[in-house]
């Protein structure tokens, strides 16, 4: 089942986890689905076309369907009147509770843990840990990465990563504890800061060693105002959980990537004068 958390559009969540219910019994259908939910094949098509809302009487059936409980179940309750809210204000505060429950469900990085980020290629081994078949073949790990580090650097973050919590070992193989992780609202110490110089380093790099094809490097150059900044931030944050939602709904995801966005002054702050 697709997780909940993940999506920002109800109608999104709907279509996926039908097409999962069809993979998993090739004769459930949209009709299957409707009679379910105790609703006609042509209301669940006009809800799936946005054409009609989910009503405040129809909402505790597709959440029983669903087979939501506690959490989930208020999620998707905000998510549906996030949808359907015409009012900007009603808008706001319902993506404000998404969020914060979206947040319960991310590991902080704790400052004893802040060792991922000491090396670049730590946090590239846990994301590529999460598609690869590891079998504690170091010297196939290590030429996965791009660029290829050593045999020892790969040693050296597989027992990083285990000693962490991070990753699991069980026997001959390795599973990621699949948690979406973060430095949290405020970040601070020596290894996060190394951690963004030597991303930009290799984003750098990249400019000369990765074919145009597969990068899209963009850069702009814009004023604001410090309101205007503000905006921009909270725009920085959903575009990151926009990403997020994407990974975790690519069911053929096969290579690590990494994304990098900054807003930084380019300048002194000019004051009008106003009189």
């Known amino acids: 089942m697709a997780v909940i958390f993940n999506y920002f559009d109800y109608r999104e969540y709907l279509k996926d986890d ?146 962490l919590g991070f990753v699991k070992r069980n026997g001959k193989s390795y599973t990621v504890q699949d948690h979406t992780i973060t430095t949290g609202a ?4 020596t290894a996060v800061q190394r951690f963004h110089r030597d991303t930009l380093i290799k984003a750098v790099e990249g400019i000369e060693r990765i074919p145009r094809s597969e990068r899209d490097y963009s850069t702009m150059t814009m004023c604001y105002s410090a309101e205007g900044y503000k905006q921009v931030r909270e725009l920085l944050k959903r575009t990151r959980e926009e990403l997020s939602r994407i990974e975790e709904q690519d069911a053929n995801r096969n290579r690590v990537y990494q994304i990098n966005l900054q807003l930084f002054p380019l300048s002194q702050p000019y004051e009008r004068d106003t009189r």
Not at 69 to 93: D, G, I, P
Not at 186 to 189: D, E, I, K, L, Q
């Open 18 to 163: 039908l097409a999962k219910r069809k993979g998993r019994s090739p004769g459930f259908s949209l009709r299957s689905m409707a009679a379910k939910l105790d609703i006609s094949s042509s209301t669940l098509i006009r809800i799936f076309n946005g054409k009609r809302n989910i009503s405040e009487n129809l909402l505790p059936k597709f959440i029983s369907f669903l087979g939501f409980r506690s959490k989930e179940a208020e999620y998707f309750t905000h998510l549906v009147h996030f949808c359907q809210s015409r009012s900007e204000r009603l808008r706001l505060k319902e993506y404000n509770a998404l969020v914060q429950l979206r947040s319960e469900k991310t590991k902080t990085v704790s400052d004893a843990e802040h060792a991922l980020y000491d090396e670049w290629y730590f946090s590239a081994v846990r994301e590529l840990l999460r598609i690869y078949p590891f079998d504690g073949d170091y010297q196939a790990l290590s030429r996965m990465l791009e660029p290829p580090i050593t045999m020892h650097e790969a040693k050296r973050a597989v027992r990083l990563l285990v000693r």
């Open 186 to 189: 405020v970040w601070h110490g």
